[in-house]
């Protein structure tokens, strides 16, 4: 009698797809941040993506979670969107884990760093002139 799972070959494709769509998730989370600080049109458009969410728009003595709404569904599209695809793609894929784990600590911590202010604040404004943002 054989078992039917010693065969099944297991991939490491399918990992590396769940977790670069988690980077890309806090990535996106991270860009919108800034981008909804950058002008009060801007905030209205990422809060915009939100207002399905409870809360988002409240006034109540719990208030409202403004834009950060927004942000949140932007970045679990972009989560969700990321896995579907990469998943498909790579599923049967086999990528050298050991080297993405190096990546994928590297991106968490750089994309940590971008959520502190006195760091990001300058690459953000930098990146806005080339738009004419203020």
Same mark, same amino acid.
């Given at each position: 009698m054989t078992d039917s799972t010693e065969n099944r070959t297991a991939y490491s494709g399918p990992a590396v797809a769940a977790s670069l769509s988690l980077l890309l998730a806090f /990535?996106? /989370?991270?860009?919108?941040?800034?981008?909804?600080?950058?002008?009060?049109t801007l905030d209205k458009w990422v809060h915009g993506y939100g207002y399905w969410i409870p809360g988002s728009r409240g006034s109540g003595p719990d208030g409202s979670i403004g834009s950060y709404s927004g942000k949140e569904t932007l970045a679990l599209g972009v989560w969700l969107g990321s896995w579907l695809i990469l998943h498909f793609l790579w599923r049967k894929q086999e990528l050298a884990l050991r080297a993405w784990t190096r990546l994928f600590?590297?991106? /968490?911590?750089l994309i940590t760093l971008g959520f502190f202010h006195p760091l990001a604040d300058p690459i953000v404004l930098f990146i806005a002139g080339w738009f004419d943002l203020p």
């Open positions: /990535l996106t /989370l991270m860009i919108t941040h800034h981008i909804s600080r950058l002008t009060p600590v590297m991106g /968490l911590a």
